[in-house]
């Protein structure tokens, strides 16, 4: 069978299952990342499973999210997992190396692997040619200790790529334009596969913007080929010993295609509140700015900062806006010192920040009230900044710093002529704060009092019964289920006091109703729980006593989630039914097996609907036995 690049690492992979669309297989990682925020949970599932080394080829654990300080609870976090890092055989990146995403493309990103992040921009190494997701720290752990990864096999879009980017049009664009097309649903269980002499023309931190924004469609992954550009970055890293060549077979059959011409690309941007909400920069043109951002694991590469660095040159930035920078590494960041690239960035007035997320996930430098920031990143839902009522674009760095300079959101075709910028052949590179596990060391594992032991809980009874906590509409985040921002971030290894800011911006009694009813139901419009990977999502609601939710549809990481905490994800089998039932209505099910098909009454209004149920026979033991943690302990036992 002619393969295309996805199904070739999919295939070296494969544990169990048919590579056909919607089957269920089961994909050996060779490599784990985690970040701080999602971390702390995942090593407390892992030394939960009691596995006394990790079973990776290579696990990976970061420290770029709660970077602030304001009290000991962070602090606390980073400690911890450092001393896991060094218990359980895992690389230790010390907070202020960098972006996870930007330093694993940098430094261990390899060809024909496959990677599994708590984060959902994992996919950002399908830059490099690998099969690259995003999972919940549960999933992440299972993995550290040896189990292959279960997903459903997606279908294979290809996007081929022809003609070249113009001046001032860059990668963001593109993967911009995918969008506007795609919507933020368009992808889920679907692999964007990029091929195509156009695919060529692009280096590979440009492939990671792209990849990595390509989570924005709901996409399980994206992958590029591993070509001479693969091989030039992997040489100028010092590892080119890493490199091997990927690419599809010549007729290899994609599900779908889409055929894009890079030059009648230009430059776009993304308005509030929607990564898919996207326009030409030219119809907005003039909108007065009050803030700039650049960086976030999108667009913070030594690439994106040299033609910020190139095009900020003997300019100002305009006196009503401020301008951040935050490089996605420190490897980055060196580089950019190295060749005198930084001296315009801070000569043009430009605040820069630590190599982090910050902004990005309302860590610092919340916008003005109804403030309009531009920003280089990836997520612009409400809120998501820090400000309820700040208006979020999302934009490439050429239009980011056209905004800075001139105040306004501007074309950034109108800065004059697009510099050159030349990448270096071999990159200053120091691992200095990488700590690499040695195989004797034990490491200790300090807990600070904010990290709480994980709740447990109990298998799903027969019957469920509860009230309709709460109803909300179509694309409802992750970030509207449980916010980001530092004050909240800061709880993440606390379950029981992070579950009282569930749903608090769409409505704060949220948390108090549910566990006075003893929990209940949550319904939802399409593309529920769409964004990031944070279990906390699911398990906060689960620890508030919410025993299902019934939505149009679910995006893909949440709904894993859902079932690795014992949460029933149900489908409205006819979408209709969701006007039909209200908030406050008092729902009821029974069931003797979890069938695919299962009834709801609606003891308030008298109805029965039916609802689908999509699980595998894994995932409904899982569901069944309370979660997945409870069933790897039940399997031990
Ligand atoms: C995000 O961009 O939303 C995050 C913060 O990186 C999350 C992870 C988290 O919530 O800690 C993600 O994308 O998975
Ligand atoms: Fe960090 Fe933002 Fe990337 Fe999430 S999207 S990993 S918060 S930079």
Redesign the pocket.
Known sequence: MKKTIAEKVIAKHLSQGKMEPGEEIALKIDHTLT?D??GTLAYLEFEAMGIPKVKTELSLSFVD?NMLQNDFRNADDHRYLQGVAAKYGIVFSRPGNGICHQLYLERFAKPNATLLG????TPTAGGMGMIAI?AGGLDVAAAMAGEPFYLEMPSITGIKLTGKLSPFVSAKDLILQILKQLTVKGGVNKILEYYGPGAKTLSVPERGTITNMG?ETGATTSIFPSDETTRAFLRGQGRENQWTELKADDGAKYAETLDIDLAKVEPLIALPHSPDNVKAVSELEGTPVDQVCIGS?TNSSLRDLKIVSALLKGKKISENTSLTVSAGSRQAMQNLAATGELEPLIESGARILENA?GP??GIGQAPTSEGVSLRTF??NFKG?SGTQDAKVYLVSPETAVAAAITGKITDPRKLGKYPEIAMPERFVLSDAMFIYPSLKATGKVVMGPNIKPLPTFQPLPNKLTGEVLLKVGDNIS??DILP?GSEI?SL?SNIPEISKYTFIHIDKTFANRALERGGGFIVGGENYGQ????E?AALAPKYLGVKAVITKSFAR?HMANLVNFGILPLAFTDKHDYLGIAQADVLDMEFTELKEQLCVKNLTKGTTIEVTLCLSDLEKSMVKAGGKLAAIKAKQK
């Open positions: 970040q925020s999602t999210h708590s984060d959902s921009h995003g989570t694991c997320c990005c996930i990836n997520r998501r992750t970030d980001g971030m993440r964004g990031s990977s944070r906390h990481i």
